[in-house]
């Protein structure tokens, strides 16, 4: 990977993806994303051993879902629907451990809700946690969760905050998984593009 990063404007339009691109990325894919989650809470009321199967198993596809798509395409499918694409600063393809890093605090902190939500599983009445609805059931199990996982919502919560407020002010838009994996997400017509690499190249060689 190269150290230049894309100039902020080509031919007086913006390069870097802005806050308002990347929320509706997310947003389609979380719509997206939906139809699973309700797949997924509705089969964990069939039987205690596939409840913390398909949190063991939702927990993996989901983080394999950013990462996979993010490596292969450079896009999620929200961010393929609204045109942006992660790349390295000098626009180039992504290697897998970029989204492996980009993903790694997001996968750390799902891992740590993950066991937290087995643990309650297992805590609470079976009886009473199949017989409950989808709702019923977290508000069944929520007082059955460790102490210690109340820190590491205050914990998410900070890092989402924080992911915020560091995209919005640099001039680069750059969240914190970004400087950590070491990428930027841009509009998807200055990836790999011919007047990229000319811009590149002649501010290289000034």
Known sequence: M?????????????????????????????????????????LEGFNIPLAIFIVIFSTFIFSVYNVYFHYKFGATLGKMAVGIRVTQPDGSKI?????????????AFALFAMFAQIYAILSVDSGQYLAAGMVER???????????YGFITIATQ???????????FNKRRRAIHDFIAGTVVIKKAYA???????????????
Request: charge should be negative.
């Open 2 to 42: 190269t150290d230049n990063f894309l100039p902020l404007m080509i031919d007086e339009k913006k390069v870097y993806a802005g806050f308002w691109r990347r929320f509706g990325a997310g947003v389609v894919d979380f719509l997206i994303l939906m139809p699973f989650v309700f797949l997924i809470v509705y």
């Open 138 to 148: 977290f508000e069944l199990i929520t007082p059955y969760y460790p102490v210690w």
């Open 192 to 206: 790999e593009n011919e007047k990229v690499e000319e811009t590149l190249q002649s501010a290289t060689a000034s």
């Open 158 to 168: 900070v890092w989402v905050w924080s992911e915020f407020l560091v995209l919005l």
């Open 95 to 107: 290697e897998l451990k970029h989204a492996l890093l980009r993903s790694s605090v997001d996968f």
